[in-house]
């Protein structure tokens, strides 16, 4: 097949990098607001850039190769991004993974990368020195996202000391499709999968998130989601680097210093997600803001007349780089809908079937695009994930559902029966089971997703003993999962039932615990008054 020419021939990381901090040498590039009171620092592009072609020199120095994987665990701090756009710039891959993981799964994550080098800082020092055994070498960051920090102990080297001349820097063709970074997404399978971006897919992300975001060059985009995951990396990073934007980057997302933070530097763009809507909606409101826009789940939600705001919506995962489905800037979206198919995907709603659904139907959505530019290359080490993720025809199983608008406007139904989303986060109910029915004392296990006011979902499981169960069974399920989960992936409940319910083939009903649940929280609300 005749592979066609994409808009990124002869471009990558550098190349963006190196033409926009020419064009925007002195405007400001990333200014870092910590919650300390000290400690916040600017950079111009230039001075980013620099700094960005000297870790990249500095860690070529210490030995690492292109192609070479480097973990990197941060919460958001400079640093990381440093880091992250470092590697890439020569030709390293960032492996950028979740900063609330647990020690199994960031060793199973140094592991399956076959990491060279780990990056990370004072507060998870412990836990990245006993998951990465064969490294060859750590860094560590001087604070904790600006929180003064002990010292972490042998072993590290000091961040700072990855200094070299970016003159010593190897040549390298600018190759679009050389691999730029990895990150581990839930799926349906127990563990993470590494999606593997190339340059092109970074490249791609950037020129369609800005144009998505209608973002200029003097947007001023406050990001504070966590910058080990596509939403801060592309959304907000690489889209406002497009364009030589200014990004204002926080510690983490806080309500309470949502505005004032705001207020300071002007911030006219900023990505959330509902839970951080929820959270804003009990702060009080300034009476003058700069945003224009911001983006989030849905288009044009009532909140918007509160916060004096226009929101875009969107859908997109790792593995689609971009906005598969996005709100229109220029014009009207109808409210709650995720939007519209965005150029660069083909967007298919089929019914179980595989007809295409009608309007006002709900169906499964699918994604065609081009493979490693607007589609992720493959899951790294993983080629059977990599083909089961596809149909034969070539589209990519989203598995999330969708409804179809009489408007043409595409709607969030539901999601795969065993994908939760907890805080804006994908957890896969399959890689809680596997943990919950290693347990001594279980004979079988179901996660199901219970709705949180909070966080969208949280898990519960439903856990069947067997005839050896201990009393305290489910605190040693609960033991289990703190000790090989992340917090967020944890059970909110467990509980131990004497039977599961079963649909066709003795599968566990899922559907009917998941109904259970809502008709317990339904039935725990307080009659209206006057009922």
Not at 32 to 39: K, L, R
Request: glycine content about 8%.
């Amino acid at each position: 097949m005749l592979q066609p020419i994409t808009p990124f021939e002869g471009m990558d990381i550098r190349s963006l990098l190196d033409s926009v901090a020419l064009s925007r040498s002195e405007h400001p590039f990333l200014v870092w607001e910590p919650f300390t009171a000290e400690g916040g620092r600017q950079w111009t592009y230039g001075e980013f850039a620099d700094r960005v072609r000297r870790f990249a020199a500095g860690i070529v120095a210490r030995g690492v190769k292109a192609g070479d994987r480097v973990l990197i665990h941060l919460d958001n701090c400079p640093e990381g991004l440093i880091a992250w756009l470092g590697c890439a710039y020569a030709g390293v891959v960032p492996v950028t993974t979740n900063a609330r993981s647990t020690e199994d799964e960031l060793a199973y994550f140094a592991h399956h990368s076959d990491a060279v080098a780990a990056v990370t800082q004072p507060g998870f020092a412990d836990i990245v020195r006993a998951a990465t055994p064969k490294v060859r070498w750590r860094l560590v960051t001087e604070t904790d996202n600006g929180e003064p920090a002990s010292a972490p102990g042998l072993g590290f080297h000091p961040f700072d000391t990855i200094d070299a001349s970016p003159e010593s820097l190897p040549e390298r063709p600018h190759d679009p499709w050389a691999p730029f970074g990895i990150q581990y997404t839930s799926g349906t399978t127990a563990r993470p999968k590494a999606v593997l971006w190339t340059h092109a897919n970074a490249l791609w992300g950037a020129m369609a998130c800005a144009r998505h975001e209608d973002l200029r060059a003097e947007d001023v985009h406050l990001t504070f989601l966590p910058l080990f995951h596509t939403n801060a990396q592309v959304y907000s990073v690489l889209a406002s680097l497009w364009v030589g934007a200014t990004v204002v980057l926080m510690p983490r997302f806080s309500a309470s210093r949502f505005w004032p933070v705001s207020i300071k530097h002007g911030a006219t763009w900023t990505s959330l997600v509902p839970f951080c809507l929820k959270a804003l909606m009990s702060e009080p409101l300034p009476e003058q803001h700069s945003y224009r826009l911001w983006g989030n789940a849905v288009c044009d939600p009532p909140t918007d007349r509160h916060f004096r705001v226009r929101t875009i919506g969107w859908w997109g995962m790792t593995e689609t780089v971009a906005h598969g489905i996005v709100g229109l800037v220029n014009r009207a979206n109808t409210s709650m809908s995720l939007g519209r198919p965005a150029p660069g995907y083909e967007i298919h709603v089929l019914d179980d079937e595989e007809k295409p659904v009608r309007p006002g139907e709900v169906g499964n959505l699918y994604v065609r695009g081009q493979r490693g530019v607007t589609l992720f290359l493959e899951y790294a080490g993983d080629p059977e994930a990599t083909q089961a993720a596809f149909r034969p025809d070539g589209l990519f199983i989203t598995g999330d559902r969708v409804r179809l608008g009489e408007d043409g406007f595409l709607y969030f139904a539901d999601r795969s029966k065993d994908m939760l989303k907890v805080g804006g986060e994908n957890v896969a109910a399959s890689e809680i089971e596997q943990v919950i029915a290693a347990v001594p004392g279980v004979a079988e296990v179901a996660v199901v997703a219970m709705p949180d006011p909070m966080l969208d979902e949280v898990p519960v499981a439903f856990v069947l003993p067997n005839a050896e169960a201990a009393a305290d069974l489910a605190e040693r399920v609960a033991d289990a999962c703190a000790a090989k989960l992340a917090r967020f992936k944890r059970p909110k409940l467990v509980r131990i039932v004497e039977n599961l319910p079963r649909s066709t083939l003795e599968k566990v009903a899922k559907s009917e615990l998941r109904a259970a649940l809502i008709a317990e929280r339904d039935t725990a609300r307080p009659a209206p008054a006057g009922a």
